[in-house]
């Protein structure tokens, strides 16, 4: 039987209008969870499959994030954890003080990461946040802190700038 609980959400790239459908994701969405595949294509039209997990809490505080990203060279892996206060560990419990004060995450290329900021700190309508996330790249697994700005346009709209993709240099992150 069927956990009631679960939802299957797939999307294909459409806020890019260079890049509109060459991209498809297909999330199982539980309370708490995600588990995911992605199919999508890196900067020089390399194809790649970008399998990630991740878990938190009720208050949408990330605790843990798995990805597994496979190319036709390599495959290569990257696990998080996160105490959802800013403090964060790779898979073998090493301090990231680089990521230190980023509560959410934002996984590129999949738009569902950009939900935690919006769950975990609801705005009104017109209101503009700006939030300091730890943002994976693929295929590359390349994580680094990043700020980004959230606008609520409407009810279920939002909008996300990265103006000149604002890197936070290490020394600032802390």
Known sequence: MADARCRAI??????????EGTGLEHLLLREGSADSVVLAFDEAGRPFRLAYQLAWDEA???????LVVTTERETRSLRLETDGKGHWRDGEARALPELQGCLDIDIWPTPFTNTFPIRRRPM??????????AWVSAPELIVRPVRQGYTRLAD???SLREPRRQWIPRRAAH
């Open 10 to 19: 797939s999307w294909t790239r459409i806020w890019d209008k260079n890049r």
């Open 156 to 158: 279920r709209l939002y």
């Open 60 to 66: 949408w505080r990330l605790r843990d994030a798995r």
């Open 124 to 133: 009104a309508i017109g209101e503009r946040l700006e939030f300091v996330m």
